[in-house]
């Protein structure tokens, strides 16, 4: 190989290295707008929340959040739209929050129920007799 095409080689690789890292950066750009924007709207929520909730109805919440997260986001949403949209007027104790999480939860609720059927039961051979 000549020294001439052993420079453009370079020059090349070098181009395809400089347009990968100029659009690895918009990449990046891209995702710390994603995240700010996640970032505002969670503290929007949370402003949102801290008006229309008292601290025992936050504390609940919270602990809801800890042991059912998606009905906890459920409620959180249902919450901050009930404030936009100005069906609540004053602050929400805990006692109206249990009052709001009972009928969602009977809305939500699906029946289950459990069939067994002793026939089969009866009938297996796996059984070992000791």
């Given at each position: 190989?000549?020294?001439?095409?052993?420079?453009?080689?370079?020059?090349?690789r070098l181009?395809?290295?400089?347009?990968?890292?100029?659009?690895?950066?918009?990449?990046?750009?891209?995702?710390?707008?994603?995240?700010?924007?996640?970032?505002?709207?969670?503290?929007?929520?949370?402003?949102?929340?801290?008006?229309?909730?008292?601290?025992?109805?936050?504390?609940?919440?919270?602990?809801?959040?800890?042991?059912?997260?998606?009905?906890?986001?459920?409620?959180e949403a249902?919450?901050?739209?009930?404030?936009?949209?100005?069906?609540?007027?004053?602050?929400?104790?805990?006692?109206?929050?249990?009052?709001?999480?009972?009928?969602?939860?009977?809305?939500?609720?699906?029946?289950?129920?459990?069939?067994?059927?002793?026939?089969?039961?009866?009938?297996?051979?796996?059984?070992?007799?000791?």
């Open positions: 190989m000549a020294d001439s095409d052993l420079e453009e080689i370079r020059k090349q181009a395809q290295l400089q347009s990968q890292y100029q659009g690895g950066e918009s990449d990046q750009t891209a995702q710390k707008r994603k995240e700010e924007q996640a970032r505002a709207q969670e503290d929007a929520k949370n402003s949102i929340l801290s008006q229309i909730l008292d601290q025992s109805a936050r504390a609940r919440l919270n602990t809801l959040m800890l042991g059912k997260p998606d009905k906890g986001r459920m409620v249902m919450l901050v739209r009930m404030a936009q949209t100005g069906q609540i007027c004053t602050k929400i104790g805990e006692k109206d929050l249990i009052g709001l999480l009972e009928n969602v939860s009977s809305q939500t609720k699906s029946q289950t129920s459990v069939k067994f059927d002793r026939r089969r039961a009866a009938l297996d051979s796996d059984e070992e007799d000791f």
